[in-house]
C-alpha cells in the first residue's frame, strides 16, 4: 500500500485560491484511484473529488464543481486539488486517500490509506 502526506493548507480569505498536493511513497501509487475528503468541525467526513488511477476520470462533489480541480501525477507520486473561489463554507480539515478496496469512487469505505491531514480555513 501507500503512505500519504498533505501539504498546502492555510488561511485564505473568501474567493481567493489553494493548492493541495499529496505526495505518496511506495510503488503502487499509479494503481489507485485517489481522492479528496474533507471533515468540518462536527459533521461527518464528505467526498470532495476522486481521479481514476490513469487520471482519465475525475468525479466531484455538486458543492465544488467548476471551483476544485483534481489531477494527478503518476511519474511524481503526486495528486493535487486546485481550489479556487473558495468560500468560508470550503473551511474543513481535507484528507487524501488511496482507493485500495473494490467500491463506489465516491464514498469513503473503499479507501483504506488516509494521509494526516491539512487544515484550510477560509474566512468571510
Known amino acids: 500500500q501507500v503512505q500519504l502526506v498533505e501539504s498546502g493548507g492555510g488561511l485564505v480569505q473568501a474567493g481567493g485560491s489553494l493548492r493541495l498536493s499529496c505526495a505518496a511513497s511506495?510503488?503502487?501509487?499509479?494503481?489507485?484511484?485517489m481522492g479528496w475528503f474533507r471533515q468540518a468541525p462536527g459533521k461527518a467526513r464528505e467526498f470532495v473529488a476522486a481521479i481514476s488511477w490513469s487520471g482519465g476520470n475525475t468525479y466531484y462533489a455538486d458543492s465544488v464543481k467548476g471551483r476544485f480541480t483534481i489531477s494527478r501525477d503518476n511519474a511524481k507520486n503526486t495528486v493535487t486539488l486546485q481550489m479556487n473561489n473558495l468560500k468560508p463554507e470550503d473551511t474543513a480539515v481535507y484528507y487524501c486517500?488511496?482507493?485500495?478496496?473494490?467500491?463506489?469512487?465516491?464514498?469513503?469505505?473503499?479507501?483504506?490509506?488516509w494521509g494526516q491531514g491539512t487544515q484550510v480555513t477560509v474566512s468571510s
Open positions: 511506495g510503488r503502487t501509487f499509479s494503481s489507485y484511484h
Open positions: 486517500a488511496a482507493m485500495v478496496h473494490s467500491g463506489v469512487i465516491t464514498t469513503a469505505a473503499p479507501y483504506g490509506c
